[in-house]
């Protein structure tokens, strides 16, 4: 059904608001214009890009909560996180991040987003990866969007290790699943400890 510019530009703002992670191609097919009109939309209302709208929801919520690493060195975009719970994060797959021959993405760039989530999801200053377990179920496609959730499955104190189950979909369907073994500590002289068991 086709709108007026005036009732479609207020119903992007409300769709926008209710879920800030909408893409434009989304946006498109709801209100039934082009990707450009949406694009147009956006900018005339001064609403940022997807990927500017996730890095601030992330800022916004998580910025101060995440102690492991920084936010801008997680791969992908956090959306969600309970340290030493759960965390869910976003990566659009993109040219830069696929051969340029087939269009399928880089295995590397997968495995970063689970093990940067694993990461960031330890309640400590220091947390490192000292084994990993992957498989790839799919290949993964340029345009199509990964969403990596990780879930802290068990905590040893003692030997300071936390086992980190990710499982990363495209839609529902499961594309990579990684278990992570995590060194964590904040004491500096645990990390002789932590070389010697790599």
Known sequence: MRRSKKERQHLL???????????DDELAAKFYVSVQTVRLDRLELSIPE???????????????EIRALPLE????????????QNAISIL???????FKRNGIARGHHLFAQANSLAVAVINDELALTAKANIKFSRSVKENERVIAKARVVETDTASRRSLVEVNSYVGN???????????RSNHQEKDEE?????
Do not use: C, Q
């Open 194 to 198: 932590y070389e010697n068991s790599y």
């Open 92 to 98: 659009d797959i993109r040219k830069e991040h696929v």
């Open 13 to 23: 703002i409300e769709t926008i608001k209710n879920n800030p992670f909408i893409t």
């Open 173 to 183: 369907e499961l594309v990579f699943k990684g278990e992570f073994d995590m060194y």
């Open 50 to 64: 997807l990927r500017e709208r996730i890095k601030n929801v992330a800022e916004k919520n998580f910025g101060d």
């Open 73 to 84: 060195e997680v791969i992908g975009e956090v959306i969600d996180i309970n340290l030493d």
